[in-house]
């Protein structure tokens, strides 16, 4: 079984899903609830309709598709990056209960992929097409209970996690940043 982890789109993506620094008491807590729910419930209740067949089997995979962005706070996407988080961490605890049962749960937190939604038309060596993805990540099942995926997100998960928190907390909030302006003046020209 395979829980994509559906996230709730802020308008479009390619930029739109970026708030500004201190909004979120301005956001509306429907929104906050609904993303939450919409995010993590989904992947929560598909998990517990499959298990007890796997259960049943003995066997099974449950692989889980978080982000990169709940690998560590991610600035002007915390929300976004907090649930995909929840996701790594529920998965990783279940991957501890169930593997002596015959059953593999991995989280799977990709970095960019190109798509249409990620606004990204031209797989390069670190945003991969889809399939080129899902080939490499498929083969990671039954190897880790945690993966990035592909080589190129795995070497970019190991710099991620060799440097201070601060330096890449700072460094995703600058990153961010540039993201977010570029589709403002995008959008600003239309």
């Not at 517990?48 to 259960?55: E, I, S, Y």
Request: hydrophobic share 40%; with cysteine; net charge positive.
């Amino acid at each position: 079984m395979v829980s994509p982890s559906p996230s709730l789109g802020w308008g479009g993506g390619g930029g739109s899903c970026f708030w500004e620094e201190g909004r979120l008491p301005s956001v509306s807590g429907c929104l906050v609830s609904a993303f939450s729910a919409i995010t993590n419930v989904f992947f929560l209740q598909m998990t517990r309709l499959v298990l007890p067949g796997m259960l049943e089997r003995s066997k099974g995979v449950v692989l889980n598709i978080s982000s990169a962005a709940g690998m560590y706070p991610t600035p002007l996407l915390t929300l976004y990056s907090a649930t995909k988080a929840f996701v790594d961490y529920f998965s990783r605890g279940l991957h501890a209960e169930y593997k002596s049962k015959g059953i593999i749960v991995q989280s799977v937190l990709p970095y960019y992929v190109a798509t249409k939604m990620s606004k990204i038309r031209k797989p390069t060596f670190d945003k991969p097409s889809p399939e080129t993805y899902v080939r490499a990540a498929l083969g990671t099942v039954g190897l880790q209970s945690q993966t990035n995926g592909c080589l190129p997100h795995a070497l970019m998960g190991w710099i991620f996690s060799v440097l201070p928190a601060p330096a890449a907390i700072n460094l995703v909030m600058k990153t961010n940043k540039q993201i977010r302006a570029r589709y403002l003046k995008k959008m600003k020209e239309k």
